[in-house]
């Protein structure tokens, strides 16, 4: 069974803003999260109130929370790695 996709306005903009080869690479990880929410190279963000889990892809990561009850997946950030931590 698939999850939905919920994006904080904030990441739709900053994907806009990629070039069309990164943005094609990070759409195409995220829709896959709808399928397998836990990939094998996804990897639990410490530190975090709730399971931030993020997957790389290339120098950009992908922050994401998952509602199982709602079959939900909520992007929470993308950026490159010096920043998305912060």
Do not use: C, N, W
Not at 63 to 76: A, G, N, R, S, W
């Amino acid at each position: 069974m698939s999850y939905s996709l919920v994006y904080f306005k904030k990441v739709k903009k900053f994907i806009e803003k990629l070039d069309e080869q990164t943005k094609l690479r990070v759409k195409e990880s995220i829709e896959k999260l709808a399928f397998d929410p836990v990939p094998h190279k996804a990897v639990r963000v410490e530190g975090q109130k709730e399971k931030v889990f993020r997957v790389r892809v290339g120098d950009y990561r992908i922050l994401y929370v998952i509602h199982e009850e709602d079959k939900e997946i909520t992007i929470v950030k993308v950026d490159k790695r010096s920043r998305v931590y912060g």
